[in-house]
């Protein structure tokens, strides 16, 4: 490839990509945040108020849905991305130090819980095609069949259900 050396191809760069994420090192890291942090189905797990906290409560989530419940990737990949967008928001708006995150499971549902101590009400906005931010709620209104939020005495709880398949 005359007049090429030095120009980094991106043949390599894909080949450092797909080596630093694959999803056994993904699962390990699941399994390694119900060890540190605790199970959501059993009680709620406390996580700081912090952006990383995102991963790992989707990490959560994702080991819940996929090993200990057996449900759908799907079902997974949609849970994994409204938690995101419930925790993005905890995190960005509340002014919180924490926030708690809790997974149930009944008959033909699951209902996931983000508790945070703001008592401010999230707000559905209209989304515009090419808006780059303020997606989290129309997304969890779009891809859940309910949501809502329950005032406590000191914050809120902000909540998500879906609809699973009972075998």
Known sequence: MAGLEG?????EQSRVTAARWSPAVEDERALKALELYGNPTESEVAL????????????????????????????????????SELVGNAVRHTGARVFGLRMRRRRGWLRVEVRDPSRGLPCLMPVQELDISGRGL???????????????????TTWFEMRVADR
Do not use: H, M
């Open 7 to 11: 120009i980094e191809q991106p043949r």
């Open 48 to 83: 700081p108020s912090r952006p990383e906290s995102a991963a790992t409560a989707r990490r959560l989530a994702q080991v819940v849905i996929l090993r200990q419940w057996g449900l759908s990737p799907k079902l997974a990949e949609d849970t994994v991305l409204l938690v």
């Open 138 to 156: 129309f997304l969890v209104d779009k891809l859940s069949d309910r949501w809502g939020v329950n005032l406590l005495p000191r914050g809120k």
